[in-house]
């Protein structure tokens, strides 16, 4: 890919304003699902690795279906399910509220691909440390939120971080549920994935180039946030 890049325009191919609009909605809306992705997944996980009930074989295979399914797959399905016509559409026109063919749905489709990076990473971690400390803190007098908040989540820390890191670059790369649920709208729900896709037609140098930045966006990100927890990690141990 290096070597197929066209050096000398560079800048200009990654810098068109429909390029820098593509890259700053990619990272919001990978931001924004990622810490959706940590709100769904925290409890997800918990019940998972915590529990056992009735039906959790199967609760675990619906939570882990995106991983087989073909994202444009996952984009019908959101679809008909958040929909104008869809199972909560009316709900939402209802409320005045539009969620298909938006930035909104951007961050739906994200969310649900990466959704199951956050539970896996998080389901084995929290069944490697155990229940122990959780329990002392219990005996002690902590209660559930705050053994959640001072033992659990800490515990989990790396776990949370790499399904964190995990959800972010599945989300920046996503393309084909975004493109079904919520189209390809030029600074609305038009990510980099898509701007790379159209621009392979009309100028496959810009598109090399902008794959380009999305590789280095992804590493950049992986890197600097595995950095950051072994630095705390590194810390932790010498404390």
């Not at 619906?62 to 087989?68: A, D, I, N, S």
């Not at 959780?134 to 659990?152: D, Y």
């Amino acid at each position: 890919m290096v070597a197929e890049v066209d050096w000398s325009n560079f800048r200009a191919l990654v810098t068109s304003e429909s390029s820098r609009a593509a890259l700053w909605l990619s990272l919001r809306t990978s931001a924004a699902s990622t810490l959706l992705c940590v709100v769904l997944g925290v409890p997800m996980a918990m019940v998972l690795a915590r529990n056992d009930f009735p039906g959790k074989q199967v609760f675990r295979a619906l939570v882990l279906l995106p991983l087989v399914l073909p994202p444009v797959v996952g984009g019908i399905a959101l679809v008909y399910t958040f929909g104008r016509r869809g199972l909560l559409g009316s709900t939402f026109d209802a409320l005045g509220l539009q969620v298909a063919f938006s930035t909104t749905a951007v961050v739906f489709a994200q969310t649900f691909v990466a959704l199951p990076f956050m539970v896996l990473s998080l389901e084995g971690t929290l069944r490697s440390v155990g229940r122990r400390y959780e329990h002392v803190a219990s005996t002690l007098g902590g209660r559930p939120t705050f053994v959640l908040r001072r033992v659990t989540l800490p515990l989990v820390l790396p776990g949370l971080t790499s399904g964190a890191v995990l959800a972010f670059a599945r989300s920046l790369g996503e393309f084909g549920a975004t493109l079904t649920f919520a189209g390809s709208l030029e600074g609305v729900t038009r990510t980099l994935p898509l701007e790379i896709y159209l621009q392979r037609e009309s100028d496959p140098d810009a598109a090399v180039a902008l794959s380009l930045v999305l590789v280095v966006t992804a590493v950049l990100v992986v890197a600097l946030v595995h950095g950051r927890a072994g630095q705390r990690r590194n810390d932790g141990e010498r404390t």
